[in-house]
């Protein structure tokens, strides 16, 4: 029960940090094509190619850390059921 | 919305330490460095007072420390494996640090270093850094490969997706650990001055648990992104 309710807060914090690192890369995206646009003069054709990036590199940032936690999550409920 | 009262604010401004007034006024933008370094200063001593007399059956302090170092070596060893272990240091420091600055919170008179930008930024630059700096080390020149995928016709569309995707890691951490932080500072404060009595105590006791989930969530990807630099190119 113990330990249920260890790896609930640790799910917990992990999945709520999830959201944030999405957004974060779509605005790291759209800064960087927004100032690229201001200093080329290309308005809006970067803005809108860097914001396509910054979404992709959201999705992919959301697809590693959850694939890296869930390999961590099993390997330590193996270790727990061998040690059981 | 400012604390009614700090400590070491208070402190400074009645011992002057020959500042003029217009440095004392100004004082008050710096309290997330004094902050910090009372924090550094309680972590020091934790770890002189554990260590000066080592002893084969821990007790006490010695043990405690023991207990907390040992909970994240074992963490280490899950996310990272046995290459880990040399970042040890690094990563205790960081999880103790984030966990004191938080808990700090809870004494009166005090503010968690962590509510500010710029110390969450410090602490994920660092993060930043170290973690292309462990990618270099582990693999030379090419680490360059882990930023242009498996297929070299993809490189132009790979390329800027990985480095934005980088960039906003510092970014990532710097928000969360802030964005919780001074929210809790936030609703504690207009609490505190609607009613100050009894009503802010469940949120101190929700200011417990947040400390503690943020400063693992914050521990746990530096480890992540470690340990991603770590690893071979795909």
Partial sequence: MAEDRRQLYKSL????????????????????????DRWLETSPWLTMLFLGFGIAAGFRNLFVLTNRELKRQ??????????? | MTHPFLFLQWLVE????????????????FNHVTYA????AILILAGFLASRRLQKHPEGLQNFMEVVLEQIERLIGETMGAKGRAYFPMIATLALFILVSNLIALVPGFMPPTANLNTNAALALSVFVMTHAIGLKEHGLSYIKQFTGPIWWLVPLMLPIEIIGHLARPLSLTLRLF????????????FLSLAPVLVPIPMMLMGIL???IQAFVFTLLSMIYFAGALEEAH
């Fill in chain 1, 13 to 36: 914090g992990f999945l709520s940090s999830l959201g944030i690192s999405m957004v974060a890369a779509t605005i790291i995206g759209l800064a960087m094509g927004y100032y690229l």
């Fill in chain 2, 179 to 190: 964005g919780n932080m001074y929210g809790h500072e936030i609703v504690l404060m207009i």
């Fill in chain 2, 37 to 40: 370094w009372a924090t550094m």
């Fill in chain 2, 210 to 212: 947040v400390a503690f």
């Fill in chain 1, 74 to 84: 099993q390997r330590e409920e193996e270790k727990n059921d061998a040690g059981s």
């Fill in chain 2, 14 to 29: 009645k011992l002057k330490f020959g500042y003029t007034p217009e440095q004392l006024a100004d004082y008050g933008y």
